[in-house]
């Protein structure tokens, strides 16, 4: 058998806030981890996705940070890695479960024999988890996680490295103000991306324009319009098509899902045969409502841009050779712009993912 999945933490409930440190107590490489996270909410109207209670996940040795990702950039990175977004299980009733799978990746695409990660290669491997839950709802009652591991069995492999998604800046962002942010130039870089998050509000409105410079403008790798980026982003990756599975109400209700721009989806009432009414589709929220207020909808959602984050690929996502060779910049910046509609109420973040090298 030449792979085999793991049991990294059996499904554990954490309380409403916290953080849960997991050791990694496997031999074998890793090529992908789950997070399965399940949200017990105590009222029916949500103010965020179950990713929102996710405010860290982090891969440590000892001290030494090798990964950290928030809830929602966890599942946008997914998806600019492998085109694949997970089922999205909602109930909008008291005490029912809310459920998210998201996935981090170690290599260039599943099971990568090149770049993966090799727990042997560092002295005290841990995952830790931030979470609290009333930012998805605010009477939500219990957090549940669990994590399983895509593991090599009987395949040997001997990887250069692994991919290191990493959380670099988070503040909050100004309308028409600049934020400057240096990034570090000790490993390659193969994808940069933008956050800018808040519910409910259009990217192209949160989120200007975007310029990266090496050594005060000597190189300008890219200086684009939020517009621009997301033409790019629509023709450099696929639609995303989400699979969810809600309970609607008479008067509607809230529901948080992946795609951002562009978004629509398909709907099929699977209790009776009654209509369903889906609107105002911004910022990964849309309503949906239908005649009756224990019906069970699926959707297949669709659209553009996961989580309200963009991304820069930088180059063939499958070369090494081509990937951003950053260490002789002396300095590399980058200058976001605050689109009209950002405030207190966005929170902007930047994600490298970068090539960490055994």
């Not at 605010?138 to 998604?165: H, Q, S, W, Y």
């Not at 933008?194 to 890219?222: H, M, T, Y």
């Not at 699977?270 to 910022?283: D, H, K, L, P």
Request: a negative charge.
């Amino acid at each position: 058998m030449n792979h085999r999945k793991t049991t990294i933490l059996a499904a554990k409930a954490l309380g409403v806030s916290g953080t849960e440190i997991i050791e990694l107590n496997v031999k074998d490489n890793i090529a992908q981890l789950h997070f399965t996270t399940v949200v017990t909410t105590g009222a029916a109207q949500k103010i965020a996705s179950p990713l929102a209670a996710i405010t860290k996940i982090e891969l440590l040795d000892g001290s030494t940070k090798l990964l950290e990702l928030k809830g929602t950039t966890m599942q946008a990175v997914q998806f600019y890695d492998s085109g694949q977004i997970g089922t999205k299980y909602l109930h909008n009733t008291t005490s029912a479960n809310h459920t998210e799978n998201s996935c981090v990746m170690f290599g260039r695409f599943p099971y990568d024999p090149l770049y993966n990660f090799d727990p042997k290669a560092f002295k005290n491997p841990q995952i830790r988890v931030t979470w609290n839950v009333a930012l998805c709802e605010v009477n939500a009652t219990a957090f549940n996680l669990k994590v399983i591991a895509d593991c090599f069995d009987e395949k040997i492999t001997t990887p250069v490295g692994f991919m290191r998604d990493n959380t670099v800046y988070v503040y909050t962002p100004t309308a028409a103000a600049y934020a400057y942010v240096d990034l570090p130039t000790d490993l390659d870089i193969r994808k940069l991306m933008i956050q800018f998050e808040q519910p409910g509000a259009k990217l192209e409105l949160l989120l200007a324009d975007c310029k990266l410079s090496e050594d005060n403008d000597k190189r300008v790798p890219f200086d684009m319009s939020v517009a621009e980026f997301l033409e790019m982003d629509s023709d450099l990756y696929p639609d995303i098509k989400q699979t969810a599975y809600f309970m609607t109400s008479a008067g509607g209700h809230w529901i948080f899902a992946a795609p951002s721009f562009n978004a629509g989806g398909s709907y099929m009432n699977i209790t009776g045969v009654r209509a369903v009414q889906m609107t105002n589709f911004n910022g990964n929220r849309f309503s949906c409502g239908t005649a009756n207020a224990t019906d069970v909808v699926r959707a297949i959602l669709t659209g553009e841009i996961p989580w309200q984050t963009v991304c820069w690929p930088f180059g063939d996502p499958y070369d090494p050779e081509d990937w951003y060779k950053v260490q002789s910049i002396g300095n590399l910046r980058l200058r976001i712009l605050g689109g009209a509609s950002a405030g207190a109420n966005t929170v902007g973040s930047v994600v490298l993912q970068q090539v960490y090298k055994y």
